[in-house]
């Protein structure tokens, strides 16, 4: 059963949907107890940073995530804003993030790309990963849908998961122990975010 953090934010039901079409049992919830009780997480999101940590706030979940990640070692997928808010914090707010991860989420430097470029990054990119990484078992040269502005930046590179580019590359994905976070939504990102949604699902059984 995997868990998917409902705090008010987030494409809950498309993660559903396609945790559904592969076999896998999922649920949708913001009770404390269920997530403190998980055995494994997604922290989905899309929106402003500060208020994705300000709905977690509110809704009383950062204490039972970080029992579950924390003490527990329960495997969580961070997905664009829930991987961000793994960081210490972002250049988009001010809050602090849950800072799971040695990293800061920053905005594209726009000095570093060419004029015709756009933010947010919106398409389909390239996506280089680590091959020994559970998560990318299986996917060779994987495409992934992406939307943002942002994107992170790892204290030491042990702890960047995979890149793509847009402009100049940056890091798509972070990790740390059984804690990983991805920009793009493998939701919407067909066989490629099936297969990486299949991978977690597997991960820590």
């Known amino acids: 059963m995997i868990t998917i953090v409902d705090y008010g934010t987030g494409n809950l039901?498309?993660?559903a949907n396609v945790l559904r079409v592969l076999g896998v049992s999922s649920l949708i919830t913001n009770d404390p107890q269920r997530i403190a009780d998980a055995t494994k997480l997604i922290l989905p999101g899309v929106g402003h940073f500060d208020f994705g940590m300000g709905n977690l706030r509110q809704s009383g979940l950062i204490a039972p995530l970080n029992h579950a990640v924390l003490e527990r070692n329960v495997p969580v997928l961070?997905?664009?804003l829930g991987a961000q808010?793994?960081?210490?914090?972002?250049?988009?707010?001010e809050l602090p993030g849950?800072?799971?991860i040695e990293a800061d989420t920053v905005a594209f430097d726009r000095s570093k790309m060419p004029d015709y470029l756009r933010v947010p990054h919106m398409g389909w990119a390239?996506?280089?990963a680590r091959t020994d990484h559970p998560l990318f078992a299986g996917l060779d040269h994987?495409?992934?849908?992406?939307?943002h502005s942002y994107h992170m930046v790892c204290d030491n590179p042990?702890?960047?998961?995979c890149h793509a580019v847009h402009g100049y590359p940056f890091v798509a994905g972070i990790c740390k122990e059984h804690i990983w976070g991805v920009q793009f939504h493998p939701e919407k990102s067909h066989?490629?975010?099936k297969a990486l949604l299949r991978n977690f699902s597997g991960t820590g059984q």
């Open 13 to 15: 039901r498309s993660i």
């Open 78 to 80: 961070g997905i664009c």
């Open 85 to 93: 808010l793994l960081t210490r914090g972002s250049q988009e707010g």
């Open 98 to 100: 849950l800072g799971w």
């Open 126 to 128: 390239d996506t280089s």
């Open 142 to 147: 994987p495409r992934f849908y992406y939307v």
């Open 158 to 161: 042990i702890n960047e998961l």
């Open 191 to 193: 066989r490629f975010g």
